[in-house]
């Protein structure tokens, strides 16, 4: 058996911890774990429970809306209004996701990742 160990994985907001254990070229295990606590859950301890809205919104730097937009939906499947969410308000929901899908793969691609991909020295020759 063969254990891979991937510590960090970088590129992404926080650190991640994989790792893969291969027998005889098959998955037998395989772990994720996020290396970095924030102390978010501990923050929400006993308070009003709107406010994980907008703390909630701090676990990410890049992406603060998915993160509003599970905790709106955790607070309204709590007060059981899911089925009472408008046409309009659903829709608003999936273009403000849809949007920030879109601005977090120009994210990725260009910051987190591009230099990866490109030589940057390169662009100097075109100018």
Known sequence: ????????????????????????????????????FRGIEIMLKGRDPRDAVMITQRVCGVCPEPHAMASVQALEDC?????????NG???RNL?????????????????????????TKALEYF
Do not use: C, Q, W
Request: charge should be negative.
């Open 1 to 36: 058996m063969k254990k891979i160990v991937i510590h960090p994985i970088t590129r992404i907001e926080g650190h991640l911890k994989v790792e893969v254990v291969i027998d005889n070229g098959e998955v037998k295990d395989a772990n994720i774990s996020g290396t970095m």
């Open 79 to 87: 007060a059981n209004l899911t089925d009472k969410i408008p046409d």
């Open 90 to 92: 659903i829709l608003l």
């Open 96 to 120: 403000i996701l849809g949007t920030r899908t879109i601005a977090d793969h120009i994210l990725h691609f260009y910051i987190l990742s591009g230099l990866d991909y490109i030589d940057p």
